[in-house]
C-alpha cells in the first residue's frame, strides 16, 4: 500500500504548481480519487476529487483555481493549482476518497507535500 504526493514548494501569491500522487493498485482501484489539505492548526479537508470515470468535484476554496486530473494507466493523480494565495499554505496529501483504511480501520495516510505560498 503507498501513497506518495510530491510537487510542492514555495510559491509567491498568485503563482501556480502541480502536485503528483503515485498510488499503489490496491488504493488506485478504489472509484474515486482526492487531494486532501491540512493547515497548521486546522482538520484535514478535502478540496478535490475525480472518479475514475473522470467526474470531479471541488471544494468552494479552490473551485476556478485547481484542476483535479488521473492517470488510470499510471496510478497516478495530479493536481494543478493556479491563483495561489497565503491561505492555500497546507501540506498536501492524496487518497481515496473516504480515505483508505488500515487493518485496525484508522485511515491510512502516506506521504504528503508541503505547499508554502508567501511572498
Known amino acids: 500500500v503507498q501513497l506518495q504526493a510530491s510537487g510542492g514548494g514555495l510559491v509567491q501569491p498568485g503563482g501556480s504548481l502541480r502536485l503528483s500522487c503515485a498510488a499503489s493498485g490496491t488504493i488506485f482501484r478504489t472509484n474515486v480519487m482526492g487531494w486532501y489539505r491540512q493547515a497548521p492548526g486546522k482538520q484535514r479537508e478535502l478540496v478535490a476529487a475525480?472518479?475514475?470515470?473522470?467526474?470531479?468535484n471541488y471544494a468552494d476554496s479552490v473551485k476556478g483555481r485547481f484542476t483535479i486530473s488521473r492517470d488510470n494507466a499510471k496510478n497516478q493523480v495530479y493536481l494543478e493549482m493556479n491563483s495561489l494565495n497565503p491561505e492555500d499554505t497546507a501540506v498536501y496529501y492524496c487518497n481515496a476518497v473516504p480515505p483508505f483504511k488500515n487493518r485496525d480501520r484508522s485511515n491510512y495516510w502516506g506521504q504528503g507535500t508541503q505547499v508554502t505560498v508567501s511572498s
Open positions: 475525480i472518479t475514475s470515470g473522470g467526474a470531479t
